[in-house]
């Protein structure tokens, strides 16, 4: 289907060349250097918890491979601990970044290994956002409460018994920020209509996909089944990829993840991403009319948070993001509009919906 005049420019694709997804994988992170024809210094970047659980794991591969690995430990993930990276980098003349564990470490790694023009490895620890194979980053002390362009790993290296030993918390959330593309993708649609936004249907097809697929395993995945957990993590990779692939995060971000922005802005202890995107599809998918009720089913079988109360944030910070999530990204057209929800019209929504009392 051409979908107009965009098929005439140039679209670039990058995407990880090499995908491991398994049981007892991170022992093969060192052999997948050496795939990746990876040689040399090679920075590690990682929590000072969980690499205390996985660095033997991945340490004895590595060293097999005889690479000289320099371990970064990050501590308060920012733009600071970027720069922090980026100057190990030069100074061991590293020839890739590795990142080990949750949404945070893996952006530090991604951001530092991008603005220096290395390849990155993603090893995550935790199913708990689609960042682990995503061409983007979000961390603290970024202009405005929203991802950045990175580039995406040269390889994921996902092992499923250490992301089912996370606190189930994690995977409850990131399986919110699968969901979270039903809103993404009819944003997108309507964007295009609208505006003429250029819309990609493989990449948006994938990402329905994917949610689609979790939704299904929905009853399973609380039972930590090694098929559901699986299936999770490579929605969660799949969703980076149709990220890659339509060159923007539009086919997995909209209206939801707005709302997901503005509530880090003004709640007092916002919560997870993937939760709060989860709560937010819920209301999104009634404005656009769609079936919230069985996306609200959904997140309650799965066991993500459905309400303010489950988020642990407050009605009103709930009814004020949703006011001010227009601005978090005004050149983003979602079915909030230009000029947003009024208080009385946010109030309603998160009332019907039943996100509040």
Wanted: glycine content about 10%; hydrophobic content about 40%.
């Amino acid at each position: 289907m051409f979908l107009g005049s965009d098929i005439l420019k140039v679209h670039e694709i990058e995407l990880p060349q090499y995908i491991l997804v398994g049981h007892g994988v991170l022992e093969l992170v060192g052999s997948t250097c050496k795939k990746l024809g990876i040689e040399g210094s090679v920075v590690i970047v990682s929590g000072p918890n969980i690499w205390g659980v996985v660095k033997s794991r991945i340490m004895g591969g590595i060293e097999e491979e005889k690479l000289n690995p320099v371990v970064y430990t990050a501590k308060k993930p920012s733009l600071d601990e970027v720069e922090d990276v980026r100057k190990v980098i030069k100074e061991v003349k590293a020839r890739a970044v590795i990142g080990v564990g949750g949404g945070k470490a893996i952006d530090v790694a991604k951001l530092s290994s991008y603005e220096e023009g290395i390849p990155f490895i993603s090893v995550p620890t935790a199913a708990s956002h689609d960042g682990i194979a995503s061409p983007r980053a979000s961390l603290k002390g970024l202009s405005r409460p929203t991802s950045i362009s990175a580039h995406p790993p040269v390889a994921v290296v996902a092992d499923v018994d250490v992301i089912m030993k996370a606190p189930y918390r994690l995977i409850a959330s990131g399986c919110g920020d699968i969901i979270a593309k039903l809103t993404a993708v009819k944003d997108w649609r309507l964007a295009h209509k609208l505006k003429g936004e250029y819309y990609g249907e493989y990449s948006a097809s994938l990402a329905l996909m994917s949610a689609n697929l979790v939704s299904r395993h929905a009853e399973y995945i609380p039972q930590l089944m090694p098929e559901s957990i699986r299936t999770v993590i490579e929605a969660l990779i799949s969703c980076g990829i149709a990220m890659c692939i339509a060159g923007t995060s539009r086919p997995c971000s909209g209206s939801e993840h707005l709302f997901s922005h503005a509530l880090d802005i003004v709640a007092k202890k916002p919560a997870l991403h993937g939760e709060q995107c989860g709560v937010g599809t819920i209301m999104m998918m009634y404005l656009h009319g769609g079936n919230w009720k069985k996306v609200k089913k959904t997140l309650k079988t799965i066991g993500a948070p459905v309400t303010a109360k489950e988020l642990g944030v407050s009605d009103y910070e709930v009814i004020k993001a949703l006011t001010i999530a227009h601005k978090i990204r005004p050149e983003r057209y979602t079915i909030l509009g230009a000029n947003g929800l009024s208080w009385e019209a946010a109030e309603k929504l998160a009332k019907i919906t039943g996100v509040i009392d």
